[in-house]
């Protein structure tokens, strides 16, 4: 059976990180109307705590920023190599860091979101852990 303590302090007064971000954490939207215009403002606001225990983020792409450098590359190498080689290197760090996230998002992001399911906290002593 699961013992619902604190490994660190033996506390009881646990709570998983998943409830505590939810909990504290609201989505809120705003539209404002100027005469026949309007403006809708969307966000989230947290808690220091539900902020603390936030679940791991996924990593951003960049293929559009690789495509439109790679297209500059192309148009600015027609007049002048260096440009295109300027401009084709910078597109190849957009690509190689898109290629990474994509791996990241796909192979490690999604086990470490589990983990983040399945961790508390002790509200007691701070301690974050994974309960056996």
Known sequence: M???KCPHCGSENIQK????YMSGTVSHTSTTTF???????????ATD????VAPPAKME?????????GGLAYLFGIDSFLAGLVL????????KGSIDAEKYNN??????YERWRN?????RCGNQFLLK
């Open 2 to 4: 699961r013992e619902f």
């Open 17 to 20: 990180c998943e409830v505590i």
């Open 35 to 45: 005469g026949k215009y309007e403006a809708t403002t969307e966000g989230q606001a």
């Open 49 to 52: 705590l539900a902020q603390a």
């Open 61 to 69: 792409t960049s293929w559009v920023a690789g495509l439109i450098f």
């Open 88 to 95: 084709g290197a910078i597109a190849l760090v957009f690509f």
């Open 107 to 112: 192979e490690i992001y999604p086990k470490e």
């Open 119 to 123: 961790t508390y906290i002790c509200h």
